[in-house]
């Protein structure tokens, strides 16, 4: 059973940065194609980046320029470089997986709260 564990949420304010890292229990991770998602009070979940296996990335309209999403493959981890961060980036951001070994597979972690003050 694969684990995602995210950390790196907290309180920062408007223009500043934070790091989100979500580290991946289990042996799909360098096979997985890796993502974050958030999920604003009231709103829909929503993505925000993601990166195949190969290190393809892409991101959401609302964050290019901003989020960078980088993986190492050594540490079974996957980043979110958040930068000039806005109020409507306040969140809860998840990690996610998605893998295929006969059958397609997901998983989420638990969420890592940010919360950026104007």
């Known amino acids: 059973q694969v684990q995602l564990v995210e950390s790196g949420g907290g309180l920062v304010q408007a223009g500043g940065s934070l790091r989100l890292s979500c580290a991946a229990s289990?042996?799909?991770?360098?096979?997985?194609?890796m993502g974050w998602y958030r999920q604003a009070p009231g709103k829909q979940r929503e993505l925000v980046a993601t990166?195949?296996?190969?290190?393809?990335?892409n991101c959401a309209d609302a964050v290019k320029g901003r989020f960078t999403i980088s993986r190492d493959n050594a540490k079974n981890t996957v980043y979110l470089q958040m930068n000039s961060l806005k109020p409507e980036d306040t969140a809860v951001y998840y990690c996610?997986?998605?893998?295929?070994?006969?059958?397609?597979?997901?998983?989420w972690g638990q969420g890592t709260q940010v919360t950026v003050s104007s």
């Open positions: 996610y997986a998605r893998w295929a070994l006969g059958a397609l597979y997901n998983a």
């Open positions: 289990g042996s799909i991770f360098r096979i997985a194609t």
């Open positions: 990166i195949t296996s190969g290190g393809s990335t």
